[in-house]
DNA sequence: CCTTCACGTGCAAACGTTTGAATAAGGCGA
DNA sequence: TCGCCTTATTCAAACGTTTGCACGTGAAGG
């Protein structure tokens, strides 16, 4: 099982040159003759010689290997994101160390750990659900480790984050209810603590206030797991009791939406008649439903770009980057479909 | 930027001890005294030392890290295997590095190469649609490098594969058509050359002989890309020109499936009533669809586990291990929902 | 003929661990 | 008192690179 890969040395004894020699050959030094490069580079193709990426890190202190925490990766946003990450990361000669964290703390510092262990350049995160407590990321960002914070970013000062504009997102969302003629809009609430959570509340309420439309307090409900079975129990138990009934959802995802639509469906209210309903993140299966779900895209894979990038930028300066000016919002975009326009 | 991390030689100095002591210390090494562990586990924990993980590793030569290559991570069913491969790393101590082909080949192969490199322990692969050359493989396996392959199990003698009973499940999910009463069953098959979409296809054409169907040539139509609008295009040009009309469609994904779908619908088709569809994979979105979609579920999961534990269990030995005896075919499961139930 | 310089190469240390073998210091029996 | 065993520790090499510096050679310049 063992490899037994050539190595420098081997290239070495073989042409009866130094390690030096051979190391400088391949790397094009200058000092070194044509005809040595020329043989160095003939042997290493024919042993098929494949540098030992351990023991150069070692030696160089760089690893060429970034960390990326994630809380879960069966999760379309997140698996795009990462997608976006992986191509930079490839392109750029830097591979990709993944964990999920299944929105475990825990789970989250000894990932780090190991990551650290293993040496490094860089990370990015998007923190589990769990996490309230931050000092793991800010012992290590006063030490100047590069971290670059993606979607769900902490209240730190000066971090480097690239996020999405979900302020705009949500409240255009519900502008768009609004103008539709729906004006009863419940908001099926993310977990209270993530920033993202707050913005598209915050989104939501403005738009409302904008338009004069006064939310009663139990308009809003945390539907904190986010998926379609606890989204489908809340909103049965509203249909059935909140007092006036809503005319209108906007879910702080599409998970959520969907188990919205299907309550709805259930109490025989039609979609986008009697109710409208708007989701976010715009999953693969928004335009399988139907009616078709109106949702709020995320550029994930541009998310992931721009945050890999910032990253490996802040690696090579070795040095600090103003978070201010580099931190990113990325544009959100509202995607109207059947599910939100009244006939 | 650079982390300074305490080394073994920091915390000898500071004791007087040599590192050779730290680090017997730190394991527990027989022969160390009980109050040197303790004053070097102690120093240790007050200076936040954390082994560097290279420069053991290359001392080692042992990385504690896969290597999966995988042709995309947004895709649920992948995903969902990712996250099975990731539990079980981070369960026995290993790193995952990950690195996604998008389907091209060459990537596949440089992919390899940089894993290689970095000195991995071990491989799970998934090839990408484009292999037709299986020699980066068969090159690692004649040197009895570890690797697994998984779902997509390339034609090479004596590989260790995790595959889900495709057949099995394609059987199923074409018998319960007939038995609903459909006769007249299209296949939107997968790409030909790979084994999943034969095995799929094999079984179709055993339910349809099994039951005394004759399919006709223009029932298998190749759905190669198997995203929904490819598969939509295809049905509406199907429901326009086939002679006979198909009664029903077995999807080799769900994707295809959730296309002929649309396709029906738009056709002016109800579906189960008039036209039958099933898929496979079971993917998030099928019971958020109406009708709900059936399809085959394929355990993601379970085969990410399995097929990581026996990759370690492979490392771990250090030798061979029958690969007749040990590869894994995974049990699929028809879920049976609407859109294939005949009212 | 001696210095100077450029060129091509080699030496050796370093990165942070692990580990077989050597060493030192006690303790104990004869 | 000597030898021997045990116990705790150190030495030094090794893993495969990279790299500052030194070295040797031959040619050009004075």
Not at 58 to 65: I, N, P, V
Not at 87 to 93: I, P, Y
Not at 237 to 258: S, T
Request: aromatic share 8%; proline share 4%.
């Amino acid at each position: 099982m063992k490899l037994d890969q050539a190595t420098i040395k081997d290239l070495a004894r073989e042409l009866n040159v130094s390690s030096s020699t051979i190391s400088r050959a391949l790397k094009d030094y200058p000092g070194i003759s044509e005809e040595t490069k020329r043989k160095v580079k003939e042997l290493a193709a024919k042993m098929n010689y494949r540098p030992n990426a351990l023991a150069r890190s070692l030696r160089k202190s760089q690893s060429f290997t970034i960390g990326v925490i994630i809380p879960e990766v069966v999760h379309f946003f997140f698996s795009t994101v990462i997608s976006g990450i992986e191509e930079v990361a490839f392109a750029r000669g830097y591979n990709v160390i993944l964990t999920q964290t299944n929105e475990k703390y825990i789970r989250e510092k000894t990932s780090i750990d190991t990551m650290l262990a293993n040496q490094i350049d860089g990370l990015m995160v998007s923190y589990s659900k769990e996490t309230k407590d931050f000092s793991h990321f800010s012992e290590l960002l006063e030490k100047n480790f590069p971290i670059v914070f993606f979607d769900r970013v902490p209240k730190l000062e000066n971090t480097l984050n690239v996020t999405v504009d979900d302020y705009s997102g949500a409240y255009a969302a519900t502008q768009h209810l609004i103008q539709q003629g729906y004006r009863k809009i419940f908001h099926l609430a993310g977990p209270k603590y993530l920033s993202i959570s707050q913005e598209r509340q915050r989104g939501y309420l403005s738009a409302l206030e904008d338009y004069g439309i006064q939310p009663q307090p139990n308009w809003i409900i945390e539907s904190s797991k986010g998926n379609e079975n606890e989204a489908r129990d809340i909103t049965a138990e509203i249909l059935k009791k909140a007092d006036p009934r809503p005319d209108a959802f906007f879910a702080h995802n599409d998970m959520a939406a969907v188990g919205a639509m299907m309550a709805c469906r259930e109490a025989g209210l039609k979609v986008p008649d009697q109710i409208g309903i708007v989701g976010f993140s715009d999953w693969q299966f928004c335009t399988m439903l139907e009616p078709s779900l109106s949702s709020v895209a995320q550029p994930g894979f541009q998310m992931g770009v721009r945050a890999t990038e910032l990253l490996l930028d802040l690696i090579d300066k070795k040095g600090d980057m103003d978070a201010s000016k580099n931190s990113l919002v990325l544009k959100t975009e509202l995607l109207i479909r059947k599910s939100s326009q009244k006939p």
